[in-house]
């Protein structure tokens, strides 16, 4: 690990100032840390923004519920009330690795994680995300990447907790400069789409204030395959949400985990469930709509057919 410097932070503005282009912003460190001790990473600044006041609050308004950034994903399980409101949140968030990683990984350091393609992460290999000019999954070993290829970099989002938020609705407060930008999850990610470079939307200095989630009566459910029962990154994750009235979907979402640099939903496919009652054979419609565009490459395949099993199952676990 390369030496570097460490200063505290009590506001957002003196946590912005202090990162200034160098620093990075420490909060739980399960992942930044290792990234430095692996040498893929070397700010020559840690900015620690776990003491900011309230950034760890959970509120309840009339109209959201507000996350802070540096809220554990421990507090999000434990919360009685976000259980009730959004089973969907609690399964994925319990889902995280272990115990001991729930209780100091934040919201904002989960949805700002970097890439776990193993390319990325092995120190001496230079790929798109290490300033390079190429993808060395899309040739080489790619069981765990994106069955949505059409990016230059194959590494797909593998952030559970973007994939429950995006199908939430949720909004993301990102300070940049002296502006307070609002984004949905798409947002957060959109350049991961377009930059092979990038891990999200988040530029250098960009701070996370707080994630809020609609409080609207919409019900939620994530569902995951992994090759572990328990401490296990997904294969593929898949969350839904939507209104149900007398059996009747409306407001629907369904999106997927683990298949593209971004959660991933299509519009038809959310517009397929609306107005319907739910039943088996319209989820797997959805499903194959849903993954019409695949394009797996040699060793993920199987993705497909696990991702198509899954919508079905987070559909039905919606409607019961
Ligand atoms: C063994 C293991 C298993 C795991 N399994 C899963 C899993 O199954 N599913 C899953 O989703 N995750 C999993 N993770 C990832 C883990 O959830 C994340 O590493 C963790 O949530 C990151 O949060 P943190 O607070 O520790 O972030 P940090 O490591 O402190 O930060 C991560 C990145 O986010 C940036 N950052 C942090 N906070 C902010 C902010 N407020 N604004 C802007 N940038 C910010 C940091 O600068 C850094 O680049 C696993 C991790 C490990 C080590």
Redesign the pocket.
């Known amino acids: 690990m390369k030496p570097f410097s460490y200063a505290t932070a009590l506001t957002p503005e003196s946590a912005r100032e202090l990162a200034g282009q160098e620093g990075?912003?420490?909060?739980?460190?399960?992942?930044?840390?290792?990234?430095m001790k692996e040498s893929i990473?070397a700010?020559k600044l840690l900015v620690n923004?776990k003491p900011i006041p309230g950034?760890n609050a959970i509120e309840q308004t009339a109209r959201s519920w507000i996350l802070g950034?540096?809220t554990?994903?421990a507090q999000i399980e434990n919360h009685a009330g976000l259980r009730q409101a959004f089973p969907g949140l609690h399964q994925?968030v319990a889902?995280?690795?272990?115990l001991q990683?729930?209780n100091?990984?934040?919201?904002?350091?989960?949805?700002?994680?970097?890439s776990?393609c193993w390319y990325f992460r092995h120190r001496d290999l230079v790929c798109w995300k290490k300033g390079g000019d190429t993808c060395l999954a899309r040739e080489g070993e790619n069981r765990y990447h994106s069955i949505f290829t059409g990016c230059a970099c194959i590494s797909p989002v593998?952030?559970?907790?973007?994939v429950v938020l995006a199908a939430l609705g949720a909004t993301v407060h990102?300070r940049r400069g002296d502006q307070t930008l609002k984004w949905s999850i798409n947002e957060l990610y959109a350049q991961a789409w377009d930059d092979p470079s990038a891990?999200h939307s988040?530029g250098s200095g960009?701070?996370?204030?707080k994630i809020e989630i609609p409080a609207d009566s919409r019900r939620s459910a994530y569902l995951?395959a992994?090759e572990k029962a328990q401490?296990?990154?997904?294969l593929v994750s898949c969350a839904a949400s939507a209104q149900v009235d007398q059996g009747r979907f409306s407001r629907s979402r369904i999106v997927l985990g683990a298949v593209a640099p971004a959660p991933y939903q299509v519009n038809e496919a959310n517009q397929m469930l609306d107005g319907q009652a739910v039943d088996e054979a319209l989820a797997a419609q959805v499903a194959d709509r849903l993954l019409r565009d695949a394009t797996p490459v040699a060793h993920n395949q199987y993705k497909v057919a696990i991702a198509k099993a899954l919508v079905v199952r987070t559909l039905l676990l919606l409607r019961s």
Not at 95 to 98: A, D, L, T, Y
């Open positions: 990075a912003y420490l909060a739980g460190g399960n992942d930044l840390l290792g990234l990473l700010p923004i950034f950034a540096t554990t994903l994925a889902e995280v690795g272990s990683i729930r100091v990984a934040t919201i904002g350091g989960n949805l700002a994680q970097h776990r593998v952030s559970n907790l973007s990102v891990h988040l960009d701070l996370i204030l995951q992994s401490f296990d990154w997904a």
